[in-house]
């Protein structure tokens, strides 16, 4: 079926390629659930896809949905007596204004079905090979028509899972919080996978999204400042070792009139060129980390110049 939406034509049929998200259990078995459950879980169901859309097609992490550029997230009508949604990306064509779905045969799509799969699997703390999960794509040629595409690195995919967790959190909102439902299925097909991929929510999974735990171990962590707010005390660091910025959090124990001065000094430096190596500091560190073993942020005691000796620990009481 073929519709005209503004200046896009948005082509409908069978073979495109979706994506569905359905709640089963309790009150969901019989059709019904939490309205505001549902439109927290559809807001996160739709970021989370459009994040994971925009790096794959642009190569890069973005923090709001409405940043994605060249694709947009499409939402069929909901089917009659289900709890489902089913949602479709479509492919802006530069300069054309058309939108169109990817087909179910479409090399993009599998890699974007497979980007999402591999990520979300990582935040909800059921493990994936990198490797495996991802370049075998490559190695069994199934990306020979879609020149141009890059394979995110896995320090990308670190930095896409810490964004679309709170989003894949809203997602088990009608689980956990009204219990109108009781577990909660994505899953999608195409015609270059033999087996549908099937990703599973329930108490479980948002366990394991939830757990965190700290490590007892100070240690130094190189890295320069990218952002930091002295009102909360917390900020984020370019980490080279992970390739990646990390939130953290500076303790009562490392805040001292040079800690802040040696913070300000690093994110101006790191503003104005991000290569410039004396940007980076030595931050001593508690490190957080998720179920999976991801580093999700740095409790810092201590904060000084690159060059400096070993830090001495005397007020680590106040993290």
Same mark, same amino acid.
């Given at each position: ?43 996160g169901f739709e970021r989370s896809l459009a994040l994971t859309t925009h790096l794959v097609l642009n190569d890069e992490v973005i923090t709001q949905a409405t940043a994605l550029r ?81 394979l995110p690195r896995e320090s990308q995919f670190d930095s896409l899972a810490e964004k679309i967790e709170p989003p894949l959190t809203k997602m088990h909102r009608p689980i956990v ?15 270059? +996978?033999?087996?549908? @991929?099937? !990703?599973? &929510? ?11 735990? %700290? /490590? ?23 980490? +080279?070792?992970?390739? @990646?910025? !990390?939130? &953290? ?11 802040? %001065? /040696? ?57």
């Amino acid at each position: 079926m073929e519709g005209v939406r503004g200046d896009y034509q948005v082509i409908e049929d069978r073979s495109s390629l979706k994506v569905e998200l359905k709640y089963s259990g309790d009150q969901a078995d019989q059709h019904l659930i939490s309205l505001y459950d549902l439109s927290q879980a559809l807001y996160g169901f739709e970021r989370s896809l459009a994040l994971t859309t925009h790096l794959v097609l642009n190569d890069e992490v973005i923090t709001q949905a409405t940043a994605l550029r060249g694709a947009e997230i499409l939402c069929f009508a909901p089917r009659a007596g289900s709890v489902s949604i089913v949602a479709a990306i479509g492919l802006l064509a530069t300069g054309a204004y058309k939108l169109t779905t990817l087909k179910a045969d479409n090399p993009l799509g599998h890699l974007i079905h497979s980007a999402y799969d591999f990520a979300v699997h990582k935040v909800t703390g059921q493990p994936l090979d990198y490797d495996k999960s991802m370049r075998q794509l490559y190695e069994e040629g199934r990306y020979e028509k879609a020149l141009g595409l890059k394979l995110p690195r896995e320090s990308q995919f670190d930095s896409l899972a810490e964004k679309i967790e709170p989003p894949l959190t809203k997602m088990h909102r009608p689980i956990v919080r009204s219990q109108t439902a009781g577990a909660a299925e994505i899953f999608f097909s195409s015609e270059l +996978s033999a087996k549908p @991929r099937v !990703i599973n &929510f329930n108490r479980d999974t948002y366990a394991k999204m939830k757990y965190r735990t %700290r /490590l007892d171990q100070i240690h130094p962590v190189e890295a320069k400042v990218a952002v930091f707010n002295p009102n909360t005390q917390n900020g984020r660091i370019f980490v +080279s070792e992970h390739e @990646r910025t !990390i939130p &953290f959090y500076l303790t009562p124990a490392g805040r001292s009139t040079e800690a802040y %001065r /040696l913070i300000g000094e690093s994110y101006s430096k790191n503003l104005n060129n991000r290569e410039d190596d004396n940007a980076f500091l030595v931050f001593d560190v508690l490190e957080v980390k998720s179920k999976l073993g991801r580093t999700t942020k740095y409790q810092v005691v201590k904060v000084r110049p690159r060059e400096s000796a070993d830090a001495e620990f005397d007020l680590i009481e106040n993290f």
